[in-house]
């Protein structure tokens, strides 16, 4: 079973909090470092005053709070919900206000990303303004896929007039109905007061505010392969206990209480950072993998290192041992967008469809969306996870 652990963290004389996933063998598969709320608009959904369009770039800036300039791609804009609409053209146009939520946070002197596709989170579901489909994790057995989507078609009838789609995740399977409606009927009432809310606001104002990135993480954990939440700050359990009872009443959240030994110390957050910050990473074999990343991609490169066999069959070894590393890595350091690989060459078609095999396999255990895209002609092996936060490197810099 896994095990999750939520801590504060200084770092340069700031304090963050980390939230770890240790797995049965108390190795850490994930690790998210959240920054001081002040400093992130993530998720956040204001009522956006569109200032300019820019057609070269397919692009519109919008403010919100505080003068906060974002950027608003075009295609981003789909059911918008207007607050008012000056012009009687459907297309979005200067100086319409309309609601939109914070999809990135300002990197450096990049503005914060908003889009008009507003999304809700529940504990087992979420709703979504992008489309109006009503659907259930892919990951899903076919028979609990079949009970939600009967649910579903029971419990949201009017979701197309509303201009909404819901959709179960992973950790809905296995829950009774009665917790799975009380959840819908909760970001059914949430998506609605915030209709009617900002119809009343004025330009840049706060229509809602997401709950802290450890607790919207919290609420969409699978339980059911977590046997405890430990955390060793009085106001961190109290908040847990607070929006996750569930999670009191099966007695899997505690508060870690030993002045000798703290939760950092107890499971290696100092090492494993420094490791993270690290561009090298050894291997068990005596092989490592060396990761940098530039600007628009991440370049990894496996090498033999002290291991000089050159058997066939143990440089294949080495790059499986290096796939299943590889994606632990991105997962922990929060590497997104294009990922290009060098393993060591293999000759046989075979074991190159066999690594292929392993790589996908571990990218599916990713929370995030990330895919094996093909071989270049190279023999660089492209991959691709989705932008959801900031990079650990980029958090602590």
């Given at each position: 079973?896994?095990?999750?652990?939520?801590?504060?963290?200084?770092?340069?004389?700031?304090?963050?909090?980390?939230?770890?996933?240790?797995?049965?063998?108390?190795?850490?598969?994930?690790?998210?470092?959240?920054?001081?709320?002040?400093?992130?608009?993530?998720?956040h959904i204001y009522v956006g005053y569109v200032e300019k369009i820019v057609p070269n770039i397919h692009a519109a800036f919008v403010r919100i709070a505080d003068g906060q300039k974002c950027y608003l791609p075009l295609n981003d804009v789909?059911?918008?919900?207007?607050?008012?609409?000056?012009?009687?053209?459907?297309?979005?146009?200067?100086?319409?206000?309309?609601?939109?939520?914070?999809?990135?946070?300002?990197?450096?002197?990049?503005?914060?990303?908003?889009?008009?596709?507003?999304?809700?989170?529940?504990?087992?579901?979420?709703?979504?303004?992008?489309?109006?489909?009503?659907?259930?994790?892919?990951?899903?057995?076919?028979?609990?896929?079949?009970?939600?989507?009967?649910?579903?078609?029971?419990?949201?009838?009017?979701?197309?007039?509303?201009?909404?789609?819901?959709?179960?995740?992973?950790?809905?399977?296995?829950?009774?109905?009665?917790?799975?409606?009380?959840?819908?009927?909760?970001?059914?009432?949430?998506?609605?007061?915030?209709?009617?809310?900002?119809?009343?606001?004025?330009?840049?104002?706060?229509?809602?505010?997401?709950?802290?990135?450890?607790?919207?993480?919290?609420?969409?954990?699978?339980f059911e392969k977590t046997d405890l939440v430990l955390t060793d700050g009085q106001d961190l359990y109290q908040e847990i206990c607070a929006y996750l009872p569930h999670l009191v009443e099966e007695k899997k959240v505690q508060l870690y209480?030993?002045?000798?030994?703290?939760?950092?110390?107890?499971?290696?957050?100092?090492?494993?950072?420094?490791?993270?910050?690290?561009?090298?990473?050894?291997?068990?074999?005596?092989?490592?993998?060396?990761?940098?990343?530039?600007?628009?991609?991440?370049?990894?490169?496996?090498?033999?290192?002290?291991?000089?066999?050159?058997?066939?069959?143990?440089?294949?070894?080495?790059?499986?041992?290096?796939?299943?590393?590889?994606?632990?890595?991105?997962?922990?350091?929060?590497?997104?967008?294009?990922?290009?690989?060098?393993?060591?060459?293999?000759?046989?078609?075979?074991?190159?469809?066999?690594?292929?095999?392993?790589?996908?396999?571990?990218?599916?255990?990713d929370s995030v969306p990330a895919n094996f895209i093909d071989i270049t002609r190279l023999g660089l092996v492209e991959l691709t996870r989705k932008k959801v936060y900031k990079s650990l490197r980029e958090i602590l810099s």
């Amino acid at each position: 079973m896994n095990r999750i652990v939520v801590t504060k963290l200084e770092h340069h004389q700031t304090e963050y909090l980390a939230y770890l996933v240790l797995d049965e063998n108390r190795k850490l598969q994930e690790l998210q470092v959240f920054e001081p709320e002040e400093n992130t608009l993530l998720d956040h959904i204001y009522v956006g005053y569109v200032e300019k369009i820019v057609p070269n770039i397919h692009a519109a800036f919008v403010r919100i709070a505080d003068g906060q300039k974002c950027y608003l791609p075009l295609n981003d804009v789909k059911n918008p919900v207007y607050t008012r609409k000056l012009s009687k053209k459907e297309a979005l146009c200067e100086g319409d206000e309309l609601l939109v939520q914070v999809v990135k946070d300002a990197v450096k002197t990049k503005d914060p990303v908003v889009s008009t596709k507003l999304v809700v989170h529940g504990h087992y579901c979420f709703l979504s303004t992008e489309n109006t489909c009503l659907g259930v994790s892919k990951k899903l057995s076919q028979e609990e896929s079949k009970r939600l989507s009967a649910l579903l078609e029971n419990t949201c009838k009017d979701h197309e007039a509303e201009g909404y789609g819901l959709v179960f995740r992973t950790n809905a399977g296995a829950v009774l109905e009665t917790e799975l409606c009380e959840d819908i009927e909760l970001v059914q009432k949430e998506y609605r007061a915030l209709k009617k809310t900002g119809t009343h606001q004025n330009a840049g104002d706060l229509v809602y505010r997401n709950l802290p990135g450890y607790l919207a993480r919290l609420k969409a954990e699978n339980f059911e392969k977590t046997d405890l939440v430990l955390t060793d700050g009085q106001d961190l359990y109290q908040e847990i206990c607070a929006y996750l009872p569930h999670l009191v009443e099966e007695k899997k959240v505690q508060l870690y209480r030993d002045d000798a030994v703290s939760l950092s110390t107890l499971y290696h957050l100092r090492g494993n950072m420094q490791e993270l910050l690290s561009s090298k990473v050894w291997l068990d074999s005596g092989a490592n993998i060396i990761i940098e990343s530039l600007e628009t991609l991440t370049v990894i490169d496996v090498n033999s290192g002290k291991n000089r066999s050159r058997r066939e069959e143990a440089l294949f070894a080495i790059n499986v041992e290096a796939a299943k590393e590889i994606a632990r890595q991105l997962r922990l350091r929060n590497i997104s967008g294009m990922i290009l690989v060098d393993f060591i060459n293999l000759k046989k078609k075979e074991q190159q469809q066999k690594l292929i095999s392993v790589i996908r396999e571990e990218l599916q255990k990713d929370s995030v969306p990330a895919n094996f895209i093909d071989i270049t002609r190279l023999g660089l092996v492209e991959l691709t996870r989705k932008k959801v936060y900031k990079s650990l490197r980029e958090i602590l810099s």
